[in-house]
């Protein structure tokens, strides 16, 4: 992968993979830092991105990986700053209804939140959740199924309540 | 009712939006970040050779039936450090606060019997705590850079056996390949030791006659990427273990 093709690679993808990561783990913050680490050790390693089949999920791996950790998570408050990303700026706020997802999203198991994510808003087909998650099939469609229910169940109630 | 399906795939990412690195800004990270692993593995490379390279050369000249390794360091003459500098970075890496001290208790949760410094040497340790786990850096100086060696060398096949004697059970541990780009001489292990997956990664890294133990604690991360964060964040530490080497820096 020469410069030209990273950088498309990069501007074509980031946006869409900080979106799932941010589904996934329910931080936009921490989303968007991992995201953005993911791509740094993408252009390290771009002999064995080159390799991957599928470069994009490699790069969301990798930000998952390194978004669920713990330990990251604590090292968070003295990062350096030129490894953090570049300035924010305010745009429309959250609905209703995002925020409701999300914290519906974040009660779910990991699991099957996982498997919610990259399915439904990844988009990606059952067995390549499975190959990217590394379970059978079968287990990603039984995630699927009880995280549907699930995320059903929590958007229902919180319906609820708001109409309450 | 809300379809939950089609919240879903009209998941977007409102609100607070930031501004991504230039590509150009994240290629030199990238780039940086390749040649300072080249740059360890090429120093690890050196190292690994002049470990193999003596043991072959006496092998050449000698007889001897001895089972010990030999010494690493031919030089009779050099004067090993025994103290640790007041402004040695140990803590460098750690998430803060930080608690240092000069006497050593373990930080991890060994399934069988781990690293511990010698009773009398030099030791200092800087640890990092959390509520469910945490992070440590322990540094003990043995009075030679062949006792150091020695010990370093006995824990390996001791994990190995812990590793295979623990397969299958609730409570293991894996040895992770070694990369051989840390130090004089590394070792890496893990301890699974619960059924939640909560794990804590043991990097020992030697250096003259120097041994780092770096500790993490992690859950729901693969070992070997937690491997890899602990030898990131201890990569200061182990070049600053330079004072040290033989040749000091």
Redesign the interface.
């Known amino acids: 992968m020469d410069e030209r093709e990273f950088d498309d690679f990069y501007t074509a993808s980031f946006q869409r993979i900080t979106g799932q990561v941010y589904a996934m783990i329910g931080n936009r913050d921490e989303a968007q830092e991992c995201v953005q680490e993911a791509f740094v050790r993408a252009w390290a390693h771009r002999r064995k991105l080159e390799k991957a089949e599928h470069p994009e999920a490699w790069v969301r791996t990798t930000a998952y990986r390194l978004a669920v950790s713990r330990w990251r998570r604590t090292v968070r408050g003295r990062r350096p700053a030129d490894r953090a990303v570049g300035p924010a700026y305010e745009s429309a706020a959250p609905s209703e209804a995002h925020v409701a997802l999300v914290a519906a999203l974040k009660q779910l198991p990991e699991a099957q939140r996982q498997a919610l994510v990259l399915h439904h808003i990844a988009d990606l087909p059952v067995h390549d959740v499975a190959r990217e998650v590394g379970v059978p099939e079968g287990t990603i469609k039984a995630r699927l199924s009880r995280g549907r229910a699930a995320l059903a169940a929590l958007l229902a109630d919180e319906e609820g309540l708001s109409h309450a | ?5 089609d ?3 009209n ?14 800004e ?2 030199r ?3 940086r ?2 040649r300072r ?1 080249n740059a360890l593995a090429a120093i690890g490379g050196v190292a690994a050779v002049a470990i193999i390279a003596t043991p072959l050369a006496m092998a050449a000249t000698s007889k001897s039936t001895d089972t010990t390794p030999p010494p690493a360091n031919p030089s009779p003459s050099v004067t090993w450090v025994q103290e640790i500098p007041a402004d040695f970075p140990l803590a460098e890496g750690l ?2 606060p930080v608690r240092t001290g000069s006497s050593y208790e373990s930080q991890v949760t060994d399934v069988c019997a781990g690293w511990a410094p010698p009773s009398s040497s030099e030791v200092r340790q800087a640890v ?1 705590r ?1 509520s ?2 945490g ?1 440590s850096h322990t540094l003990a100086l043995y009075p030679t850079e062949r006792e150091a060696e020695l010990a370093l060398t006995a824990l390996g096949p001791e994990t190995q056996a812990c590793a295979l004697q623990t397969v299958g059970k609730q409570r293991w541990v894996d040895v992770l390949p070694d990369q051989g780009d840390q130090g004089d001489q590394s070792l890496v292990y893990v301890n699974h030791y619960s059924d939640a997956g909560d794990i804590d990664v043991v990097q020992l890294v030697r250096v003259g006659n120097a041994i780092l133990e770096a500790t ?7 070992a070997e ?2 491997a890899a ?1 602990v030898k990131e ?1 201890s990569t200061s530490v182990v070049d600053a273990m330079c004072v040290f080497a033989a040749d000091p820096c």
């Not at chain 2, 009712?1 to 399906?5: E, F, G, N």
């Not at chain 2, 977007?12 to 150009?24: D, F, Q, V, W």
Request: no cysteine; proline share 12%.
């Open positions: 009712m809300r379809d939950p399906l919240e879903l795939e998941f977007s990412t409102p609100g607070l939006t930031m501004n991504p690195l230039p590509a150009t994240v290629r990270r990238g780039t970040l390749r692993n998430p803060a990092f959390e469910e786990g992070s993490t604690y992690s859950n729901g991360v693969p990427d937690t964060l964040q």
